[in-house]
């Protein structure tokens, strides 16, 4: 299977309650359709520095800000293809670039090891590494996406649900009061519409 490997979008995210999500779908069932992970559930582990660096520059809303994770689309075992993605915006448009690795290899390369692929994003993570030393997981988070695309595949609607699957991995409360508590509450439902 192949993967994109190359983003550059603009993201706009909306809080909607149940109600405003339906009437939405209703409205681009014409025009959209699941793209090929459809209804699934995310993972993600984020790498910070000890004194949380990344997470406390991006707290201040920068114009220019980058952050590394490692993503799954279902439960990863040491086998399962997984995404080290490195994720910049500037000026409100996004840039993300991913490599698909085996969990277990990705873990130990951005543990200290190195990549077996020598390609551009391998490069730029390497460099990502270096420049921040010493990142390590320092949050989990999983929620539930419906993924939506235009036919001409240009459009991107996506639909995030987050539940309770969140755990800071060092500082309980470091993130979560930040960008997830609204979020999380009964009845809302995180929508992210991305333009490419």
């Known amino acids: 299977m192949s993967f994109q490997t190359v983003f550059q979008r603009y993201e706009l995210k909306y809080l909607l309650t149940q109600e405003q999500k339906k009437k939405i779908l209703q409205a681009m069932a014409p025009y959209m359709e699941l793209d090929q992970y459809g209804r699934t559930t995310i993972r993600n582990l984020y790498f910070d520095t000890g004194n949380y660096r990344l997470a406390r520059h991006s707290i201040e809303k920068p114009s220019y800000k980058e952050k590394l994770r490692m993503r799954s689309y279902s439960q990863a075992d040491p086998e399962s293809p997984v995404f080290v993605e490195l994720k910049k915006k500037y000026r409100n448009v996004v840039y993300k670039r991913r490599i ?97």
Request: charged letters at 20%; a negative charge.
């Open 100 to 196: 698909a690795l085996p969990e277990k290899e990705a873990m130990e390369w951005l543990q200290g090891g190195s990549c077996s692929q020598d390609v551009q994003i391998s490069r730029e993570v390497d460099y990502f590494l270096s420049y921040y030393r010493n990142l390590a997981p320092v949050v989990f988070l999983s929620y539930e996406r419906e993924a939506f695309f235009s036919e001409e595949r240009i459009y991107k609607t996506s639909f995030s649900k987050y539940g309770t699957a969140y755990q800071s991995m060092i500082y309980p409360g470091l993130v979560q009061p930040v960008y997830y508590a609204k979020a999380t509450e009964p009845g809302t439902v995180r929508e992210a519409v991305c333009y490419g």
